[in-house]
């Protein structure tokens, strides 16, 4: 079974900063896309941000660019988000997503990491 580990998570003022390693322990992850998502508390779950195998394309949503740096250290088998000026409304809990490109994909999941940024 594929499970990522989430770490890094805590409460944090607004406009301070957070690292959230997600590590694969067991397996690599060199051949496999990750994503971050976050879900708040009565909110549907949305994408943060994703990195491709290789680290060329990087994609962020709207309302993290700029703040957020998604960044891959395959040696280390670890994908990291660095959370910069941080606001109360990213308060949730965090995930990575594993995405394994074969016929048919397999996708994994973390257990995630709550992140608290207080006014």
């Known amino acids: 079974q594929l499970l990522l580990v989430e770490s890094g998570g805590g409460l944090v003022q607004s406009g301070g900063s957070l690292r959230l390693p997600c590590a694969a322990p067991?397996?690599?992850?060199?051949?496999?896309?990750i994503g971050w998502f976050r879900q708040a508390p009565g909110k549907e779950n949305e994408g943060v941000s994703c990195?491709?195998?290789?680290?060329?394309?990087?994609n962020y949503a709207d309302d993290v660019k700029g703040r957020i740096t998604i960044s891959r250290d395959n040696d280390k088998n670890t994908v990291y988000l660095q959370m910069n000026s941080l606001k109360p409304e990213d308060t949730a809990v965090y995930y990575c997503?594993?995405?394994?490109?074969?016929?048919?994909?397999?996708?994994?999941w973390g257990q995630g990491t709550q992140v608290t940024v207080s006014s």
């Open positions: 997503k594993g995405v394994r490109k074969l016929a048919p994909a397999i996708v994994y």
């Open positions: 067991g397996f690599t992850l060199d051949d496999d896309a």
């Open positions: 990195i491709s195998r290789s680290g060329s394309t990087i």
